[in-house]
């Protein structure tokens, strides 16, 4: 969350057929997604670009948390 917050754009977060303010912790948790759940990210507006990357390279790095 702290990458969204980061970037002026919307962004919108979905999970099967559910949707939430990828801005906010508490919409975000309303998802219910589980690990391993396939998300749909959409971003729009000033800097949804460099948001999208920013999250990709999140998402690819595992957050960087330690297994």
């Known amino acids: 969350m702290t990458t969204a917050l980061a970037h002026a754009a919307r962004l919108v977060v979905r999970c ?5 303010d990828g801005r906010s912790i508490l919409s975000l948790m309303t998802l219910g997604a589980a ?3 396939e998300l749909e990210l959409e971003a729009e507006g000033e800097g ?3 948001l999208l990357a920013a999250l990709t390279q999140l998402f690819a790095a595992g957050f960087s948390e330690l297994d």
């Open 35 to 37: 690990h391993g759940s």
């Open 16 to 20: 099967e057929g559910r949707q939430a």
């Open 48 to 50: 949804a670009e460099a």
